[in-house]
């Protein structure tokens, strides 16, 4: 004799369909947050990008690029000292290089730790570390 094969009813055909979609749209859940979490990273990179422009923009102001071997020019420490210190709040928190701080102004790297220094005992939270810079907390 032949095996009848079994019929669903229509609640257990119901329920698979309807587990079936669930585990569809779990794996699409996982797979849209995996993208969100992928577009949150490149916001923020661009939003570092963006800022490090800027401030870029606002230092050429100041002084155009040029050759790095070109002659210092003297720059009172009032203004060494404005710039450096705006170009610390501009980068929010992330580590600023003495070259970076220091080439649009013409001042060297020693410079740089003096004008950081003075703000300190200004009363500025400016904290350094090797090879990374120097950040505004």
Same mark, same amino acid.
């Given at each position: 004799?032949?095996?009848? &094969?079994?019929? $669903?009813?229509?609640?257990?055909?119901? +329920?698979?369909?309807?587990?079936?979609? !669930?585990?569809?749209?779990?794996?699409?859940?996982?797979?849209?947050?995996?993208?969100?979490?992928?577009?949150?990273?490149?916001?923020?990179?661009?939003?570092?990008?963006l800022?490090?422009?800027?401030?870029?923009?606002?230092?050429?102001?100041?002084? $155009?690029?040029?050759?790095?071997?070109?002659?210092?020019?003297?720059?009172?420490?009032?203004? +060494?000292?404005?710039?450096?210190?705006?170009?610390?709040?501009?980068?929010?928190?992330?580590?600023?290089?003495?070259?970076?701080?220091?080439?649009?102004?013409?001042?060297?790297?020693?410079?740089?730790?003096?004008?950081? &220094?003075e703000?300190?005992?200004?009363?500025?939270?400016?904290?350094?570390? $090797?090879?990374?810079? !120097?950040?505004?907390?």
């Open positions: 004799m032949a095996r009848k &094969k079994k019929i $669903p009813s229509i609640d257990d055909a119901i +329920a698979l369909i309807v587990e079936r979609i !669930y585990d569809d749209l779990g794996a699409e859940n996982r797979r849209l947050r995996e993208q969100l979490t992928s577009l949150g990273r490149k916001v923020v990179g661009l939003e570092r990008k800022n490090r422009l800027q401030s870029e923009a606002e230092l050429r102001r100041i002084r $155009p690029l040029g050759d790095a071997s070109a002659p210092r020019k003297r720059v009172s420490p009032v203004k +060494a000292q404005k710039t450096i210190l705006v170009r610390l709040k501009r980068a929010r928190g992330n580590f600023v290089t003495s070259k970076e701080l220091g080439s649009p102004l013409g001042i060297g790297r020693a410079t740089v730790a003096q004008r950081v &220094k703000l300190r005992e200004q009363g500025h939270n400016i904290v350094s570390s $090797p090879r990374k810079g !120097y950040a505004l907390v």
